[in-house]
Nanobody, 124 residues
């Protein structure tokens, strides 16, 4: 079993930055590939970014490429999402997810564990 706890959400003005964190416990972190997803009101959950279990490979949704960066710290068992140049369209609940596979995935159904989510609100 894996427990994921997100933090770092909040209210920010357009053009600002936030860094989300997701702390993992319950399983060897190096055996988990990680992803960030988001869900805005009335919309389906969508992929934001993913990182494989070694940290050697990352993937991003087109909508966040060049603005968001995913990274991981094995010692802290934490995955991060650095979000820059935020836009009102980035407003959503952001979820951290983990899968017991060497590769990350952009498909939510391929993840085994989920955090509770953290709200990000970007104002104009």
């Amino acid at each position: 079993q894996v427990q994921l706890v997100e933090s770092g959400g909040g209210l920010v003005q357009a053009g600002g930055s936030l860094r989300l964190s997701c702390a993992a416990s319950g399983r060897t972190f190096s055996t988990l590939s990680m992803g960030w997803f988001r869900q805005a009101p009335g919309k389906e959950r969508e992929f934001v970014a993913g990182i494989n279990w070694s940290g050697s490979s990352t993937d991003y949704a087109d909508s966040v490429k060049g603005r968001f960066t995913i990274s991981r710290d094995g010692y802290k068992k934490t995955v991060y999402l650095q979000m820059n140049s935020l836009k009102p369209d980035d407003t959503a609940v952001y979820y951290c997810a983990a899968r017991t596979d060497s590769r990350a995935s952009s498909w939510s159904h391929e993840y085994d564990y989920w955090g509770q989510g953290t709200q990000v609100t970007v104002s104009t």
